[in-house]
């Protein structure tokens, strides 16, 4: 059975920094792509940004360019997104997925 | 960037009935590959997204199959053939074909009645 499972979400001030991680399970983590995904509360879906699961390739939203970072580790069947200069509109729940796959999500409030 | 539009933003269907929820894309999406990206998720109330369809019509397993996608080009249709109560939620189109950015439609409200 596959399981993503997203962890680092909390609360945070605006600028701060956190890192959000998720650790997938029953899934090969060697090829395909990966995806940050986030919803603001009451909001919609928005890509936030993927990679490819050798590193090979990475994207991340134009508007968050600069802020958020994308990472995985293979050997841990394991995917990061490093996000600082927090803004209160980062909001979100911020999930982690392959596309057809989709974890619980990890909420990070970003608030002073 | 490519721009997702659903249609309706929200509707009530009475059990047993069909629903339909309309997606528009800016433009076409098919891939130069032939394949049309297109997907469609389902958000249940405080659940993840979850996928049912994906390249227009392919039913992810688990999916029901009074559930079903068409379309082509720039118009898409999901499409339920009697609503049941645990077909509530929020539905998603989302175009996979000009990334990035993934983008993804405004939601549809599925209310049963």
Redesign the interface.
Known sequence: EVQLMESGGGLVQPGGSLRLSCVASGVTFTNGWM?W?RQAPGK????VA?IKQDGSER????SLKGRFTISSDSAKNSLFLQMSGLRVDDTAMY?C?T??Y????TLVTVSS | EVVMTQSPNSLAVTLGQPASISCRSSQSLVHTDGSTYLNWFQQRPGQSPRRLIYKVSNRDPGVPDRISGSGSGTDFTLKISRVEAEDAGVYYCMQGTHWPPYTFGQGTKLEIK
Not at chain 1, 59 to 62: I, N
Not at chain 1, 102 to 105: E, K
């Open positions: 995806s995904v919609g879906l928005e890509w993927n994207y991340v939203l134009e999930y997925t596309g057809s989709w974890g619980h999500g």
